[in-house]
């Protein structure tokens, strides 16, 4: 099976310490995407990336958060100095650029304690 | 501000009746529209997808309907089965970027 993967699956942190995921896209996909669900909503736009380029940000993601994909393959999504609001599932998807549908990973649920 | 909505949080179905999933957007840029269904502990899954240009899309069992002048779209579920339970959310696109996500209508079909 060659879907979006994701490690680790589950992480629990204690508040103040830094956490890194990563994703791992689709071959064939130049863009990834990291999106954040919490209970009872939808998953929430973080940024995306084509190719090796970070093409947009939301306000949401804070200076505490920092997402890369330094060779246009997988991507890193690092949360430094965690806060309890942090805990959440977070997505990872990829996509071709020439493509709506994104195809998304299992997800890294995180927990602060 | 929610520019997409799915008001209603849960919908009950027996098997083998039709599903019927609502959703509402309120901004005009959106121009594809998808359905993606989700399964506790996983990813959501792409399930159907439908651009600003069309009023139908079908695939199987799963059919799309966008009425653009109300700007509601909605999932239609024919039979419905008891392996279609799952949380459905609806998405928006504004071109080859971002989706935005409603928050979701459980759906439950009973034997």
């Not at chain 1, 009872?40 to 949401?60: C, H, I, M, V």
């Not at chain 2, 999933?21 to 792409?46: H, I, Q, R, V």
Request: charged content about 20%; overall charge positive; some cysteine.
């Amino acid at each position: 099976d060659t879907g979006v993967s994701q490690n680790p699956r589950h992480k629990i942190t204690k508040r103040g310490q830094n956490v890194t995921f990563r994703c791992d896209p689709i071959s064939e996909h130049n863009r990834l995407y990291w999106y954040r669900q919490t209970l009872g909503q939808g998953p929430e736009f973080l940024t995306y990336f084509q190719n090796e380029a970070q093409l947009e940000k939301s306000r949401l993601l804070s200076d505490r958060f920092s997402a890369e994909r330094p060779k246009g393959s997988f991507s890193t999504l690092e949360i430094q100095r965690t806060e309890q609001g942090d805990s959440a599932m977070y997505l990872c998807a990829s996509s071709s650029s020439d493509r709506h549908e994104q195809y998304f990973g299992p997800g890294t649920r995180l927990t602060v304690t | 501000d929610q520019q997409v909505k799915q008001n209603s949080p849960s919908l009950s179905v027996q098997e083998g009746r039709i599903s019927i999933l609502n959703c509402d957007y309120t901004n005009s840029m959106f121009d594809y529209f998808l359905w993606y269904k989700k399964y506790p502990a996983e990813g959501p899954t792409f399930l159907i997808s439908i651009s600003s240009i069309k009023d139908k899309n079908e695939d199987g069992r799963f059919t799309v309907f966008l009425n653009k002048s109300a700007k509601h779209l909605s999932l239609h579920i024919v039979p419905s089965q008891p392996g279609d339970s799952a949380v459905y959310f609806c998405a928006a696109s504004p071109g080859f970027q971002k989706l935005v996500f409603g928050t979701g209508t459980r759906l439950l079909v009973s034997p």
